[in-house]
Nanobody, 121 residues
Framework: QVQLVESGGEVVKPGGSLRLSCAVS????????MAWYRQRPGKERELVAD???????HYARPVKGRFTISRDNAKNMLYLQMNTLNPGDTAVYLC???????????????WGQGTQVTVAS
């Protein structure tokens, strides 16, 4: 059983910063691409940023230049550094991972429960 647990979400003022973390646990043979998604109120889930196992990063246009995604493969951790936050960034942020569980040959898709980020004065 592979589990993803996000942390770091809280209420922050416009212009502030937050760092989200995602811990991946369980019987994992190998982690592949990982990503952060968000679901804003009344909106569909959207990709924020993704990162390959080798560290290639991609960002959605609204966050490019403000957010930085990173990972620690040795610790099975994913991070999202968010700077210059604005109210439009208010959302539930979800961690996503493509992983090969131990004992299986296929890669499966896993999601965390999400962490709430609220940007308000």
């Amino acid at each position: 059983q592979v589990q993803l647990v996000e942390s770091g979400g809280e209420v922050v003022k416009p212009g502030g910063s937050l760092r989200l973390s995602c811990a991946v646990s369980g019987s994992i043979f190998r982690l592949y691409d990982m990503a952060w998604y968000r679901q804003r109120p009344g909106k569909e889930r959207e990709l924020v940023a993704d990162i390959t196992r080798d560290g290639d990063e991609h960002y959605a246009r609204p966050v490019k230049g403000r957010f930085t995604i990173s990972r620690d493969n040795a610790k099975n951790m994913l991070y999202l550094q968010m700077n210059t936050l604005n109210p439009g960034d208010t959302a539930v942020y979800l961690c996503n991972a493509h992983a090969q569980p131990s004992g299986l040959s296929r890669i499966q898709d896993y999601w965390g429960q999400g962490t709430q980020v609220t940007v308000a004065s």
